[in-house]
């Protein structure tokens, strides 16, 4: 198991200027963090819309992740202002492959290329700092903006479960991307 402290003590600044990430604490778990969680326009596309948040339960999930070693939960920051989330995680070591999951809560930054941005970042950050070969991320089939984000980042379709989920009264696909880290020794579709 590696350590990942020396990750989560710093602050990184994306190329825009404008956007930086953080992994999270307690600390940064304000009303409007928790209202991005009860609003369902904001986690439709997520489990998360069948669950009530309060500031406790999502602070206590905060902090878990701040003492995982196996989980790094950035904030994303627009201008100071933490706008949503990108979750790396969990890592598995011996694999070297992690899943991202990620939404931005306020919905006044939806559509501006952020979230593009933002996964670049991580998925570079897993491969060179984590030293990660794999990284995968799920998607509703309805879900089209997550889906177009992860093609616009290289992502390629892995697998579909068929009528995994149950969305909205009827039952929908989830589709499994991947980006694997090019190398000399990787399959052709890696490279």
């Known amino acids: 198991m590696s350590d990942l402290s020396y990750l989560k003590d710093r602050v990184f600044l994306l ?11 307690p600390k940064d778990v304000s009303d409007e963090y928790v209202s991005w969680l009860n609003d369902y326009e904001v986690v439709r596309f997520t489990d998360q819309k069948s669950v009530e948040h309060n500031k406790e339960g999502v602070a206590d999930f905060v902090n878990d992740k701040l003492n995982s070693n196996v989980d790094l939960l950035f904030g994303i920051f627009f201008d100071t202002r933490h706008i949503g989330n ?31 941005q933002v996964i670049g970042f991580v998925v570079g950050l897993a491969f060179n700092d984590v030293g990660l070969d794999k990284v995968t991320a799920g998607a509703y089939v309805n879900n089209i903006g997550s889906i177009k984000t992860l093609k616009r980042n290289g992502f390629v379709v892995e697998g579909r479960r068929i009528k995994k989920c149950f969305f909205e009264g009827e039952r929908i696909d989830v589709v499994f991307f991947r ?10 579709d890696a490279k």
Do not use: A, Q
């Not at 956007?19 to 999270?24: A, D, E, Q, S």
């Not at 980006?179 to 052709?188: I, L």
């Open 179 to 188: 980006k694997v880290r090019k190398c000399s020794t990787c399959s052709e």
């Open 86 to 116: 990108i979750k790396l995680g969990p890592i598995d070591y011996i694999h070297k492959v992690s899943d991202i999951s990620f939404f931005i809560g306020d919905k006044k930054m939806w559509g501006k290329g952020l979230m593009t």
């Open 15 to 25: 190329p825009n200027k404008l956007l930086t990430l953080k992994v999270l604490t």
